[in-house]
């Protein structure tokens, strides 16, 4: 039997995605100038997935993050659990695509 490949996304991969994504619909000024990175964030009790805009875009605001994910400190205890969490952000990616072009463009 042959061992199945797991995709596990990962911080880098999420934001390569959204550049990739970003620059396929005509809006490579968003890819390469709006767009800062996809970091966790942690407030103490919950962890955070999000989208952060260049601090020189148009549109930024300090503290306007676009959220991917969330979950408490508790629910982040195995890799299974990481996993699961940034599985959660990659389909949030393709469910808010849209949104998030809006959000970046300002």
Do not use: C
């Not at 005509?26 to 601090?55: E, W």
């Amino acid at each position: 039997m042959q061992a199945r490949s797991l995709r596990v996304p990962s911080l880098q991969s999420i934001e390569r995605n959204l550049r990739r994504r970003l620059v396929a619909i005509g809006r490579d000024d968003l890819a390469l100038r709006a767009l800062d990175g996809v970091r966790f964030t942690d407030d103490g009790s919950t962890v955070y997935v999000h989208i952060f805009k260049q601090p020189s875009w148009r549109s930024y605001r300090a503290g306007d993050v676009y959220p991917l994910a969330f979950a408490d400190h508790p629910d982040l205890r195995t890799l299974a659990d990481w996993r699961a969490f940034l599985t959660e952000a990659r389909l949030l990616l393709d469910d808010d695509f849209h949104r998030i072009v809006a959000w970046l463009d300002g």
